[in-house]
């Protein structure tokens, strides 16, 4: 955009300079060269005006680009959160699947051995009644 501003501005100061060569070097009259004067600000003006509204598009299609840009990226970066989100979940589920497991197992070897305690313990009660 700077370099754009430059431009321009060393567009109006060569066209003010030719326009001040043309007056002191004019064979025109007065009238005429007050009408060339005339034509060229109106030149001057609907070149500007031109300058201005290709300047305004550039400047409106930039941040068209930029907006466009952080959408893609933010929708690239939620995409990803919600990939990393399911995989945690899975990892979740799997990890808890383990440890129930785990825990049935252990309950079923502590009930296993707590049903033959409790049978040791009920034959030498019955031993005991039955030699006495």
């Known amino acids: 955009m700077k370099d754009q501003t430059k431009i ?53 299609n930039y941040s068209a680009d930029a907006i466009n840009n952080v959408k893609s990226r933010f929708n690239g970066v939620a995409h990803n959160a919600a990939e990393y989100s399911d995989e945690a979940v899975d990892t979740a589920k799997a990890k808890a699947k383990d440890l129930a497991d785990d825990a049935k197992e252990h309950a079923n070897g502590a009930v296993d051995h707590a049903k033959a305690k409790v049978k040791g313990t009920s034959n030498d009660w019955n031993n005991a009644i039955q030699n006495s």
């Open 8 to 60: 321009i501005a060393a567009l109006l100061v060569g066209a003010a300079a030719g326009a001040a060569l043309g007056l002191l070097l004019a064979p025109d009259s007065g009238e005429g060269t007050r009408d060339g004067i005339a034509d060229f600000v109106n030149e001057l003006i609907e070149s500007a005006k031109g300058k201005a509204q290709a300047t305004a598009d550039n400047v409106k």
